[in-house]
């Protein structure tokens, strides 16, 4: 099977230096992320809206293999776990497979999932709205459900999240629970993209960890990339 083949990203977790990660000439169609233990994730590169001149590595966590989403909770409970979390929320629709699994292993009974589909007996003041770099065009709406108040007042809650690349996603979701009253000891996600956060969450960049991390990338005269 061909490495460049679109399936064949995010399924294995690779031996320390299986890829090269700072090659001379720039990255062609991929970029190995190292995990904190040194094995390598090898993630595609994907070609911004635009010119064509910018380029992130992506993370799609519902197309990876089991072990790789294991592999990924498995690091992100790790960082968590100190802080003695009570409660893990979930942020749709990537980051939700990732809390489910981070919350089991802290061995919670549950985890609480926010929404983007609104159901009938959600309320305004429960809501925010909501972008994404993957999704440009296409303005969302963040929910907490009113009946989930209960499981997360006066509790220790850790965000989970599949990737903060511009920010946008995390500040709508920190919005909303600060309309709830709720401030999360920690915001955990699988991959940081990029540094273009950094201004938007400068307030909360102490909370924010993550196992991986990958920059974003400039396209070089030959035509390959390197990061920008």
Excluded: C
């Excluded at 000891?185 to 990958?214: C, E």
Aim: aromatic content about 6%; proline content about 10%.
């Amino acid at each position: 099977m061909s490495p460049l083949e679109p399936h064949h990203f995010w399924q294995t977790i690779d031996p320390t230096d299986t890829h090269d990660s700072a090659p001379a000439d720039g990255f062609t169609d991929s970029y190995p992320t190292r995990l904190p233990d040194g094995r390598q994730l090898l993630l595609p590169l994907r070609v911004l809206p635009g010119d064509g001149t910018q380029a992130v590595a992506s993370l799609i966590v519902n197309q990876a293999s089991f072990a790789v989403e294991d592999a990924l909770s498995q690091a992100m409970t790790e960082l968590i776990a100190p802080l003695a979390p009570e409660v893990i929320i979930g942020v749709p629709t990537l980051g939700l497979p990732l809390a489910n699994n981070v919350a089991r292993r802290l061995g919670h009974p549950r985890m609480v999932a926010l929404g983007t589909s609104r159901k009938f007996w959600y309320v305004d003041a429960l809501s925010a709205p909501m972008s994404s770099i993957t999704s440009p065009t296409h303005q969302k709406t963040i929910f907490l459900d009113p009946r989930s108040l209960p499981l997360l007042a006066n509790k220790r809650v850790v965000v989970v999240d599949d990737v903060i690349s511009s920010g946008t996603s995390i500040v709508a979701v920190l919005t909303l629970l600060a309309q709830a009253g709720i401030t999360p000891v920690a915001v955990v996600v699988a991959m940081l993209q990029g540094t273009r956060w950094h201004t938007p969450l400068a307030a909360h960049r102490d909370k924010i960890v993550a196992p991986i991390a990958s920059p974003r990338f400039a396209r070089t005269p030959n035509g390959h990339w390197l990061p920008d």
